[in-house]
């Protein structure tokens, strides 16, 4: 694909999953791609399969060694490292802080080192992969649906605010998508992501389409737009509606 040839491209939590499936993309379309994972070995592993740069560590301060390993600049950045914190009102303060951290300011920080360097060259893409979490809600998962919530509206102002400026973002919103994440997430995720999942392959998929048709939402399972649509649209229904659902998770035990 013509903008991606030769492009800069970074994707964090790339050392396996979705960010594994965006690198291997990035890489086959002839980008330059830096592959970040907390996970050294794993991210020197994909990175040595697509003749990509490794750059361990924590994906909200990575951006500098980032650049440098591109030759000083980042043409595309993929948010892409996330963490599926389960649990209710209930889970513990340091849950909460470690999803805000990762989910949601990683991004953040990440937007405030590139865009100066973005904006004065007028252009730059900022990648997002939220969740249909951050559009809809996860059951059984206070601290992930609310950070996505977060990554969403982040994504959505960064767009809104910059895209005069040649700023193009794209928010990625897949329900389940075969991972180690999927796997980590229990009954719920049983009852509400497997039967539907898809593997990391598609989302990337979906996210060239978008790039091509240059689209903010990208929504590799398309039926969630209707459950989008119907949320807005009556707010207490669509919760009736999750509910039941909620209510099912708790029978099934
Ligand atoms: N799998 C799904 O069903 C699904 C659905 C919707 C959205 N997502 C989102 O997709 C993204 C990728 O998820 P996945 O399913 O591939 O997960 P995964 O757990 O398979 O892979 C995530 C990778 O991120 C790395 N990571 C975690 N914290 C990090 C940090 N602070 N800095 C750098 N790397 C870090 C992990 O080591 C791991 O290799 C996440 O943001 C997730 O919320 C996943």
């Not at 990625?172 to 719920?188: E, F, I, W």
Request: overall charge negative; charged content about 20%; hydrophobic content about 45%.
């Amino acid at each position: 694909m013509g903008v991606v040839r030769g492009a800069g491209v970074v994707v964090t939590g790339a050392g396996g999953g979705i960010g594994a499936a965006l690198a291997r993309r990035f890489a086959a379309e002839g980008a330059r791609v830096v592959v970040n994972d907390l996970d050294a070995d794993k991210a020197a592993a994909v990175a040595e399969e697509i003749g990509g740069i490794a750059v361990p560590g924590d994906a909200s301060s990575i951006v500098g060694e980032a650049r440098d390993a591109l030759g000083g600049t980042v043409d595309v950045y993929c948010a892409n490292a996330g963490l599926a914190s389960g649990g209710s009102e209930a889970a513990d303060e340091k849950v909460w802080a470690l999803a805000w951290d990762v989910n949601v300011m990683a991004h953040v920080r990440a937007a405030h080192e590139l865009l100066p360097e973005w904006l004065e060259r007028g252009s730059g893409r900022f990648v997002s992969t939220v969740s249909a979490a951050g559009l809809l809600t996860m059951i059984g998962a206070a601290p992930y649906s609310v950070t996505k919530h977060g990554a969403y509206a982040f994504a959505e102002w960064l767009s809104l605010t910059y895209r005069h400026r040649g700023l193009k973002v794209h928010a990625v919103c897949p329900q389940g998508v075969r991972t180690d994440m999927l796997a980590g997430t229990g009954s719920a995720g049983d009852l509400v992501l497997a039967p539907t999942a898809i593997e990391p392959e598609a989302v990337a998929d979906a996210l060239f389409q978008g790039i091509e048709e240059d689209r903010f939402l990208i929504l590799p399972h398309p039926e969630v737009a209707g459950y989008y649509r119907a949320r807005a649209a009556d707010p207490d229904q669509w919760l009736t509606g999750m509910n039941h659902i909620q209510q099912k998770w708790e029978a099934a035990g």
